[in-house]
């Protein structure tokens, strides 16, 4: 398997742990932490816990669990209320930890509730996606949903520790494990054209004896990335560069209704919209745009809406995403493949006429 990884932000470092099954990891981590007198809670979603219910009580024994329903429409100001009256029922105080046992939504969900408990508490990430294990689960981005857009209320709040086990993506549906290879994508698109190239050459498969080092290469690039603009706040590049595609995407969620779309498809339809806007903008050329959208094709993700949506909506949900400077939308750009890069004179023609060409009415 491969080595453990640090994200390095001094007080607040952690380690990412890799392996094929991690739950005695995990455990020792619940006992050493029960043999201090603090106590452990879970939260998780109810698929997994009917798919991998031995694996759960492997790792936490009879700790408290949560398990709320699956889907964008949990990571709500109600899902967040279900959790915190958890904690409070559950009298988690100041020492205690929250286990994060799901994909994204359970991750940014618990996360958050772990920040704003008491004025933050521990949490850990256990994620049991491809797409958590590669993205979100890394990084101490929290937050949920508001039906203005996505992501619009949270907090940085980093986890203790993160416990990647492949091992729990044996159950995971096939369209789950399609949305996470398009943080995959993305990853070699902004900063490992190398890895791009792979997904070329060969599409990831749950089976494929090469996943467990690309999850490990995703998750070092978007530690270092961390390391450098924890609160994305440089100016140009940093954090935000972990944001292409998902611009775009993050309107399509918003406009088609959540649970429409998994993220991951609406990040595959992104990314074909930020490469035709990178085109547009002169950076790369046709060829390289019709290469990402095999990739993104090839991997069982769409790179155009399944239906249309009204243009004008979409670009309403685009001016209230989190990445807006001073009015003014920004996005991220493909320099080549391999490069990104964040721009914001961006005509407001060339954004339209990208997300025409990938459906939009």
Avoid at 2 to 14: F, I
Avoid at 158 to 166: C, E, K, L, N
Wanted: with cysteine; proline share 3%; net charge neutral.
């Amino acid at each position: 398997m491969p080595e453990n990884l640090t994200v390095n932000l001094g007080e607040r470092s952690y380690a990412i742990r890799f392996g094929t099954g991690l739950e005695a990891e995990v455990r020792a981590e619940v006992d050493r932490r029960a043999a201090e007198g603090r106590k452990s809670a879970v939260l998780t979603d109810t698929n997994f816990q009917a798919a991998q219910g031995s694996a759960l009580r492997a790792m936490f024994g009879a700790a408290p669990v949560l398990a709320l329903p699956p889907g964008e429409g949990t990571k709500s100001l109600s899902g967040f209320g279900q959790v915190l009256d958890f904690l409070a029922a559950h009298k988690v105080d100041r020492g205690g930890a929250l286990f994060a046992v799901g994909g994204g939504v359970i991750g940014d969900l618990g996360g958050f509730a772990a920040a704003s408990w008491l004025r933050g508490i521990d949490f850990f990430q256990v994620p049991t996606t491809l797409l958590s294990m590669v993205d979100s689960s890394v990084g101490g981005k929290t937050g949920i949903n508001l039906t203005a857009g996505k992501n619009l209320v949270g907090a940085f709040h980093q986890p203790r520790g993160v416990f990647i086990s492949t091992g729990l993506l044996t159950t995971l549906p096939a369209r789950e494990f399609a949305a996470g290879t398009a943080e995959i994508i993305k990853a070699g698109l902004l900063g490992d054209a190398a890895l791009f190239d792979d997904l070329e050459r060969k599409t990831l498969r749950v089976t494929g004896a090469e996943l467990p080092e690309v999850i490990r290469r995703c998750c070092a690039l978007k530690a270092r990335v961390v390391e450098a603009d924890e609160r994305e706040l440089a100016r140009d590049g940093g954090r935000a560069l972990l944001n292409l595609g998902h611009t775009f995407a993050h309107a399509i969620e918003n406009v088609a209704g959540y649970g429409d779309y998994l993220h991951g498809e609406a990040v595959g339809i992104g990314l074909a919209a930020a490469a035709r806007l990178s085109g547009k903008l002169g950076h790369i050329n046709a060829a390289d745009v019709a290469r990402i959208d095999r990739v993104v094709s090839a991997h069982g993700l769409p790179t155009r809406l399944k239906s249309p949506l009204d243009f004008k909506a979409l670009l309403d949900a685009m001016t209230r995403d989190k990445k807006v400077r001073a009015g003014a939308l920004r996005f991220v750009v493909l320099r080549r493949i391999g490069e990104a890069a964040t721009q914001g004179d961006v005509a407001a023609p060339l954004v339209e006429a990208s997300f025409r060409e990938v459906g939009a009415g």
